[in-house]
C-alpha cells in the first residue's frame, strides 16, 4: 500500500535521525518515476539521485582516506568499491525502511519494486541529495558517516559481505569503463556437476573460478578479476 505523504516524510526523518526544513525535498526523494508519470507529476527523485551519489562518493572516500592513511589508492578504491554499490546502498535503505516509504507507480508496486535493490539504492541517493540542500554538507556526512563508517570498518576486519560480482562491477565500471560478462561451463555427472566461469572486461579475460554451483563460479572468477584490476591501480 502506498504510504501517505505526510506519513512517508515523519517516517523518513524519524529513521535518519534528521529533520527536514524542506518537506518537498523529502518528498521527492521518496517520489519514483514510475509514481511521477502515472499521477502527472513534474518531480521525480533522479535528480537528487545524481546529486546524492556524488555526495555519498566523496564522503565515503574521505572517510576512507583519513581512516587508513597508510593505504594506497588501489586499496581505497577497492574498499570504497566493497562498501559503496547498489547491494550495500540497498542493504542499508532495508535498515531504514526505505522501501515501506518510497512511492512506486501500481506497475512497480505489484513487480515487488519495493524491494528491488536498484530503487532501493537510487531512493537512499537521493535522500542523501536531499539532506545535502536541506541540512547542509556537515548534516548529510555525519548522517553518510553513521550509516557507512561501521560497513568499511567490518570489510577491513574481515567481516561484512563479499558480494564480489557487484564489487567488480562497481570497480570495472568506474576504472576500466566497462562491465563484466561471465561465460560457464560445467562439467562431471548431474548429481556431481562442477562449473568453471570466466569473467572478460573489454574482451580481456581477467578471472577465473571453480565451484560446485554457477552462483559460485562466478563469484570466485569475480573475486580473482577484482584483485587483478586492483594490483593494476596500485602500480
Known amino acids: 500500500m502506498q504510504p501517505t505523504v505526510a506519513s512517508a516524510l515523519e517516517a523518513l526523518d524519524e529513521a535518519l535521525g534528521v529533520e527536514f526544513a524542506d518537506e518537498s525535498l523529502r518528498e521527492a526523494a521518496l517520489t519514483h518515476r514510475s509514481f511521477a508519470f ?16 556524488s555526495v555519498l562518493g566523496l564522503v565515503v572516500t574521505d572517510l576512507a582516506y583519513r581512516s587508513y592513511p597508510g593505504w594506497h589508492e588501489g586499496q581505497l578504491a577497492k574498499l570504497r568499491a566493497a562498501v559503496v554499490n547498489m547491494q550495500a546502498l540497498a542493504d542499508v535503505a532495508r535498515s531504514l525502511g526505505v522501501g515501506d516509504l518510497v512511492r512506486l507507480g501500481k506497475g512497480e508496486e505489484q513487480s515487488g519494486g519495493r524491494d528491488k535493490a536498484s530503487i532501493l539504492a537510487d531512493a537512499l541517493e537521493a535522500i542523501f541529495g536531499a539532506v545535502y540542500l536541506d541540512r547542509g554538507l556537515d548534516v548529510a556526512r555525519a548522517l553518510i558517516e553513521r550509516l557507512f563508517g561501521p560497513r568499511l570498518e567490518a570489510y577491513v576486519a574481515g567481516g561484512g559481505p563479499r558480494d564480489f560480482k557487484t564489487i567488480l562491477q562497481e570497480l570495472a565500471s568506474q576504472r576500466l569503463r566497462s562491465l563484466p560478462s561471465y561465460e560457464v561451463d560445467e562439467t562431471g555427472p548431474d548429481h556431481e556437476k562442477e562449473f568453471t566461469a570466466t569473467v572478460y572486461l573489454a574482451g580481456e579475460a581477467m578471472g577465473t573460478g571453480v565451484g560446485k554451483s ?9 573475486r580473482e578479476a577484482f584483485d587483478h584490476i586492483s594490483d593494476r591501480v596500485e602500480a
Open 38 to 53: 502515472e499521477q502527472g507529476l513534474g518531480v521525480t527523485n533522479e535528480r537528487l539521485e545524481f546529486l546524492g551519489d
Open 214 to 222: 554457477k552462483k559460485e563460479a562466478e563469484q570466485r572468477a569475480a
